[in-house]
């Protein structure tokens, strides 16, 4: 797909979705912040195209600050509303803002942690040869329950095949997903999938469901 076209999609399909989707957006932000106190947003550097860093935005979904100890497990972190939010992908929201501002595409390779820009293979750094989505090819193909290194596989293909209407055919399936609330298992480990050994071991990130 042209860059200047997909650029000026995402930038049409992003500002329409701010507008559409705001009411929904303040009224998440205002149960966040009734339920679980500040602050609304998660934001976490996130390596984007060509793996230059950006501050990727998500509503919270888990506790912080003492009740976020490090011995807690992402499961017991997550709460109620977080567990609502995550079914329906609402925490993802946020993530239209980073469309806007050029720093995300609508689909692309979903922005993983920055600690495994060293682990990838040449191969799998191709990912970063366009920019992350807030959904991709391994979204609608298993999302959580495929491993990592056939994740990273089926995001080198996409930016082998890129094109508008295989754009389409993921963003149809996605947007049906969440509508039905299906595809998001919360709280899972994601050392359940990682066979490359990318994650560090032991770390609480609210980052498991990507």
């Given at each position: 797909m042209n860059a200047l076209c997909k650029r000026a999609l995402d930038f049409?399909?992003?500002?329409?979705?701010?507008a559409i989707l705001s009411p929904v957006m303040l009224v998440t932000a205002l149960i966040i912040r009734w339920k679980m106190g500040a602050?609304?947003?998660f934001r976490q550097v996130r390596p984007g195209y060509r793996a230059r860093s950006f501050m990727?935005?998500?509503?919270?979904?888990?506790?912080?600050?003492?009740?976020?100890a490090t011995h807690l497990s992402d499961v017991e972190r997550l709460t109620p509303v977080g567990l609502f939010l995550r079914r329906f992908s609402l925490d993802e929201l946020p993530q239209l803002w980073n469309v806007l501002k050029g720093e995300m595409s609508l689909v692309g390779p979903r922005p993983l942690l920055m600690e495994y820009l060293g682990?990838?293979?040449p191969e799998q750094s191709r990912r970063?040869?366009?920019?992350?989505g807030i959904t991709g090819w391994a979204q609608v193909h298993g999302r959580q329950d495929v491993l990592f290194s056939r994740?990273?596989?089926?995001?080198?293909?996409?930016v082998d095949h890129q094109s508008f209407?295989?754009?389409l055919k993921i963003l149809w399936p996605?947007?049906?997903r969440i509508l039905r609330g299906r595809g998001v298992r919360s709280g899972q480990d994601v050392r359940e999938v990682d066979d490359l050994g990318l994650h560090p071991a032991g770390r609480n990130q609210e980052n498991t469901h990507d």
């Open positions: 049409i399909a992003a500002a329409f979705g701010i602050p609304i947003f990727m935005l998500k509503f919270r979904t888990m506790t912080v600050g003492d009740t976020a682990r990838y293979t970063h040869n366009v920019k992350p994740r990273l596989a089926m995001d080198v293909w996409y209407w295989l754009d996605t947007l049906t």
